[in-house]
């Protein structure tokens, strides 16, 4: 569809105001209205259009049963501000859409926005690699003890043997170096964003581009928000100055803990609950960016998607939680910690006369948690969606997933550990260039096979006629083993008898039966000594 040109906002925000006005020229009721003394076909009053939309917002996945009818009127505003509806004379352009009897229409162009597109994200490559062969270095070897002289039976030889023709791979033990605190920031993030499945699974992305840019990342800030928590998980920051001051953190003690949690000596006059909850508010809507930061803006608001799927949004909001600068989380942290107790408190009076104090914590510190850095039509609504799911899942939200703190452990801990490796063997499977095979005859098998082991074959072959430590008996039995196992090698090495006779040693003559038998029968005749004694 061609239309009226908008400026790009985010990419998720601008797919759902596009759904939302489809969803709206699709199913609104139209029928014909009397106005300026006349009829007009195909329209709607103000009120039949805030009760539909409104009807169809609640149950849309995306926004929830929590949007207002105030807010239905707002977004009906900014529909009139954009041309996605006119009066019936074509008029539009100024949020004056009003909740009474007054007909608007569709105009005939489409209205949609065009979906921002993005660069591609550069994949983070700085992460140290898991240990290679040439990445090591040898343990110390203890101090050398006088041993035995090796006497190879049966099993030893068949391991050398298996070694020299190639079964076994020679191996050494070896340790990665030491990994630096700075690797470690590294894996952390990595894991984070790439390889756990909590990230770019559930968000149901074949990919984080124009989601996410790695680079506006810091490592350090997931390492902190894991590792310095208090007893309850809340941050800890180490510079105090980044810290909400003093003054805010005692009037939201003093909400949370109503009636018992103010330090002050004065006493509470009437309404002291709502001026509490009034400079609390104060200073959240005037930091200078929403707690969840512009730059994470698109990864939460995907998440919307996922709410459906409660276990799956948590866990997408755990990880992503982690990715805040320490500072905010903390101030998130204790928020929802606020709205959640204000909530539950039945000693706490009411904090508006005609609002409940759920809905009111919600239209108040939503857009303090969520918002585009670009003025986004839906940006209230999104943020009422995500608050209120935030607030009823307050307790696990904020808390490290524990997958990933073991994913990351692991890791860690295969890089620290000593390992066996073998020569030309590499554990990083993802430096090594894929191969491919075709098939072969079995002849040429065959043949690849003795080639490729007829030079570890003659090496054993000729150590083994070279071994002069090994008896005569020894010698002949490997040498008629090595003669059944690998005849054609064998027959190289000795052509003719003759040449197998210099080899091999010679064979003590063996009497026969009746020459033994004449032996034995030979008398005795003990062997006589004489002995002389002296006095």
């Known amino acids: 569809m061609e239309g009226k040109m908008i400026g790009p906002g985010p990419y998720r925000a601008t797919k759902l105001w596009n759904e939302t006005i489809k969803l709206f020229r699709g199913g609104m009721p139209l029928k014909r209205h009397w106005a300026y003394f006349r009829s007009y076909d195909n329209s709607f009053t103000g009120s039949e259009a805030v009760d539909w939309l409104h009807e169809l917002l609640k149950r849309n996945h995306n926004f929830g049963p929590e949007v207002t009818r105030y807010q239905t009127l707002q977004l009906l505003r900014k529909f009139m501000k954009n041309h996605v509806i006119e009066d019936i004379k074509g008029r539009h352009g100024k949020e004056d859409f009003e909740d009474n009897g007054q007909v608007y229409r569709f105009p005939h162009t489409s209205p949609l926005k065009p979906v921002p597109q993005r660069p591609p994200v550069s994949e983070n490559c700085d992460m140290p690699r898991l240990i290679r062969w040439d990445d090591y270095e040898e343990l110390a070897q203890p101090e050398k003890i006088p041993l035995k002289p090796l006497v190879l039976n049966s099993e030893t030889w068949n391991k050398r043997h298996s070694i020299a023709i190639g079964e076994v791979h020679e191996c050494k033990l070896i340790r990665r170096r030491d990994v630096t605190p700075k690797q470690v920031d590294q894996i952390w993030k990595s894991l984070t964003i790439v390889h756990t499945p909590s990230l770019q699974r559930v968000l149901g992305l074949k990919t984080m581009d124009g989601v996410l840019d790695s680079k506006h990342i810091n490592a350090k800030h997931i390492v902190h928000n894991v590792f310095s928590v208090n007893s309850t998980g809340i941050v800890i920051l180490k510079n105090k100055t980044e810290d909400m001051p003093y003054w805010v953190l005692s009037a939201m003690k003093c909400l949370a803990k109503w009636p018992n949690g103010s330090e002050t000596k004065q006493p509470m006059y009437p309404g002291f609950e709502r001026d509490v909850l009034r400079t609390v ?21 995907n998440i919307l998607s996922l709410l459906q799927q409660e276990a799956v949004a948590v866990e997408a909001l755990q990880v992503c939680s982690l990715l805040l ?11 929802l910690r606020l709205m959640a107790r204000a909530c539950h408190n039945p000693a706490l009076p009411p904090l508006n006369d005609t609002i409940a104090t759920r809905t009111l914590m919600v239209q108040t510190f939503s857009r303090c948690v969520l918002g585009s850095a670009e003025e986004v039509d839906l940006d209230e609504l999104l943020a009422t969606r995500l608050v209120t799911f935030m607030l009823e899942h307050h307790d696990t939200v904020l808390t490290v ?19 066996i490796k073998y020569a030309g063997a590499d554990a990083d499977a993802s430096l090594v260039s894929p191969s491919y095979c075709r098939q072969i005859s079995r002849a040429q098998f065959e043949e690849q096979r003795v080639s490729g082991s007829q030079g570890p074959m003659q090496e054993l072959l000729e150590g083994l006629i070279a071994d002069t430590e090994l008896s005569a008996k020894d010698k002949r039995k490997r040498l008629k083993q090595f003669q059944k196992s690998y005849p054609e090698i064998y027959r190289r090495r000795f052509p003719t008898a003759e040449s197998e006779a210099v080899v091999l040693p010679e064979k003590a003559p063996r009497l026969k039966p009746q020459l033994m038998l004449l032996t034995l029968k030979k008398p005795f005749q003990p062997f006589q000594r004489s002995w002389s004694f002296r006095a």
């Not at 600068?325 to 928020?335: D, M, V």
């Open 401 to 419: 997933p524990s997958v990933l703190h073991s994913l990351v452990e692991d890791h860690l801990s295969h890089l620290r550990r000593v390992q």
């Open 325 to 335: 600068p320490p500072a905010n989380r903390r101030r998130l942290q204790l928020l």
């Open 281 to 301: 508010a104060e200073y959240f809507q005037r930091l200078k960016e929403p707690l969840l930061t512009f730059q994470l803006y698109e990864v939460f608001v």
